[in-house]
T-cell receptor, first 108, second 114 residues
Framework: RKEVEQDPGPFNVPEGATVAFNCTYS??????FFWYRQDCRKEPKLLMS???SGNEDGRFTAQLNRASQYISLLIRDSKLSDSATYLC?????????FGAGTRLTVKP | SAVISQKPSRDICQRGTSLTIQCQVD?????MFWYRQQPGQSLTLIAT?????????ESGFVIDKFPISRPNLTFSTLTVSNMSPEDSSIYLC???????????FGPGTRLTVT
């Protein structure tokens, strides 16, 4: 079993749609959780951290369920510029583990 | 935050040669890492670059193939030795910085081995 597993995608959605990505992790001792965004031929960049109580940043909402070892990212009112690969990242101490990523394409 | 630069940004190398990639961070950081990313794949951690001691390699990666230096808290190098076409990939330098710690990435080095 992979340490971090994500929806394989790709997700192709129209502008304005709401889309949700899921991620599960196997290490119950994991301490920190993140969503990164990676544009084509670019390096990954931090989108948002995921807090235990869930957190929102504009159109983006992240949720964490420690009991189920599950993380989610919800994007509302999708924009063309949201097209990218979204990476789920789980950290235990200083050991960061990346999911394989979910590709999102937002179409006009 | 941290701004990370890498040199070279890309290179095309012949089989059997070696390439050293440089990584510079604009601030002192405790943790630096080297990743590899194959086209369409996620990141694979090669090693953690430790300042003042030998790097810590992940399973499947060895020092003879990927020697790493970390002479100070802002700089590291990764050498890809005796290259073969299977080494063609993007190599990314990364660092943990900030409070709370966040992981930042350099722009990557796109390596093609012919």
């Amino acid at each position: 079993r992979k340490e971090v597993e994500q929806d394989p995608g790709p997700f192709n959605v129209p502008e304005g749609a709401t889309v949700a990505f899921n991620c599960t992790y196997s290490n119950s001792a994991s301490q920190s959780f993140f969503w990164y965004r990676q544009d084509c031929r670019k390096e990954p960049k931090l989108l948002m951290s995921v807090y235990s109580s869930g957190n929102e940043d504009g159109r983006f909402t992240a949720q964490l369920n420690r009991a189920s070892q599950y993380i989610s990212l919800l994007i509302r009112d999708s924009k063309l510029s949201d097209s990218a690969t979204y990476l789920c990242v789980v950290r235990s101490n200083n050991d960061m583990r990346f999911g394989a990523g979910t590709r999102l394409t937002v179409k006009p | 935050s941290a701004v990370i630069s890498q040199k070279p940004s890309r290179d095309i190398c012949q089989r059997g040669t070696s390439l050293t990639i440089q990584c510079q961070v604009d601030s002192q950081v405790t943790m630096m890492f080297w990743y590899r990313q194959q086209p369409g794949q996620s990141l694979t951690l090669i090693a953690t670059a430790n300042q003042g001691s030998e790097a810590t390699y992940e399973s499947g990666f060895v020092i003879d193939k990927f020697p790493i230096s970390r002479p100070n808290l802002t700089f590291s190098t990764l050498t890809v030795s005796n290259m073969s076409p299977e080494d063609s990939s993007i190599y990314l330098c990364s660092a943990l910085a900030g409070g709370p710690l966040e992981q930042y990435f350099g722009p990557g080095t796109r390596l093609t081995v012919t």
